[in-house]
Nanobody, 116 residues
Framework: QVQLVESGGGSVQTGGSLRLSCAASGSTFTFVSMNWYRQPPERPSEWVAQITSGGRTHYTDSVKGRFAISKDTANNTMYLHMSNLQPEDTAVYHC??????????WGQGTQVTVSS
């Protein structure tokens, strides 16, 4: 069974930076893609960024140029480097992985709070 554990969330001021981590364990599945989603307060979850098994990256428009997704395959860890954070980035950030059976796996989430 796949386990995804996020870490690195916290509280920062506008313009600050954080790096989120997502550590995967418990399976030898090949992940077709890994993603970050976020759920702002009282709003639905939204997709933020993706990195494919081949290393291609994609971002939602609102974070382009500010966020960078990466992975360390040897350590089964994915990262989200977030810079120039804005209050609208405040959310619970969730790690997601899609395996080669098209099954979704989710982490428990980590809170990011950006104050003005």
């Amino acid at each position: 069974q796949v386990q995804l554990v996020e870490s690195g969330g916290g509280s920062v001021q506008t313009g600050g930076s954080l790096r989120l981590s997502c550590a995967a364990s418990g399976s030898t599945f090949t992940f077709v893609s890994m993603n970050w989603y976020r759920q702002p307060p009282e709003r639905p979850s939204e997709w933020v960024a993706q990195i494919t098994s081949g290393g291609r990256t994609h971002y939602t428009d609102s974070v382009k140029g500010r966020f960078a997704i990466s992975k360390d395959t040897a350590n089964n860890t994915m990262y989200l480097h977030m810079s120039n954070l804005q209050p609208e980035d405040t959310a619970v950030y969730h790690c997601n992985a899609v395996d080669d059976n098209a099954h979704d796996h989710w982490g428990q989430g980590t809170q990011v709070t950006v104050s003005s």
